[in-house]
């Protein structure tokens, strides 16, 4: 089976559609007709007519959501999941841009060797309250959802992406539980992360409850 059949690949959109066209551009130079799907979080800017745009451009590979409100990033990944129906998911950060080609074939090389392979991307440590941390017996393996390649059946056997500063923190604390592998992979050699490009136009809007965590981690509870 192709990767053209194995991979969906996703960009989440919340205002940002100078981002998010730049993302689209550089996944569309190394893989023109790969599957892609654009969700919109409620934008009240442009951002319609411009996935539109993007849709028009490659009708046969590329489909849209319009959500009516912003689900916020977890939830609207969790959208993907349930919505799609091929076997593995490429998520890609809108505040990406893709350097080069590759790294598809050679993420789908290790996840499909890896029996309980569920997730791959940059793989870092996590404390229970979703900061970073050193690795630990008691650090939580975490990979950042910029750029990752995500097993879609093993996902729906666990908890979903939460909206959270970290929105994958439970989810793969329990597939760590259930011996699920989390690999680690250079995405730093194939994209440029701009970092946080939507969340420092507009913060994350969490509320209380992400204050309350940053508070009681700087209290090292």
Not at 180 to 190: A, C, H, K, Q
Request: charged fraction near 20%; proline fraction near 5%; charge should be neutral.
């Amino acid at each position: 089976m192709s990767s053209q059949s194995l991979v969906t690949a996703v960009i989440i959109n919340f205002q940002t559609p100078d981002l998010t066209r730049r993302a689209v551009i550089s996944f569309r130079t190394h893989y023109p007709t790969l599957p892609l799907l654009l969700i919109d979080n409620g934008s009240k800017d442009e951002s319609i007519s411009m996935l539109e745009e993007i849709r028009q451009q490659s009708p046969a590979c590329t489909d849209v959501i319009l959500n009516s409100h912003n689900l916020h990033h977890g939830p609207a990944m969790d959208q993907a999941l349930r919505y799609l129906q091929s076997p593995y998911v490429l998520f890609i950060d809108s505040d990406c841009e893709i350097l080069k080609g590759g790294y598809l074939e050679s993420m789908l090389n290790l996840i499909q060797h890896e029996r309980k392979a569920y997730a791959i991307g940059k793989r870092i440590y996590m404390n229970k309250r979703g900061f970073d941390i050193a690795k630990s017996d008691e650090a939580i393996l975490y990979i950042r959802p910029i750029f990752m390649l995500i097993n879609r059946e093993l996902y729906l056997t666990l908890p979903p992406f939460q909206r959270h500063g970290t929105p994958c923190l439970e989810n793969m604390r329990a597939a760590t539980e259930q011996k699920l592998l989390l690999i680690d992979f250079p995405v730093e050699l194939y994209i440029q992360h701009r970092g946080r490009g939507t969340a420092e136009r507009y913060g994350y809007n969490l509320g209380w409850c992400s204050k309350l965590q940053y508070l009681l981690n700087k209290l090292g509870l």
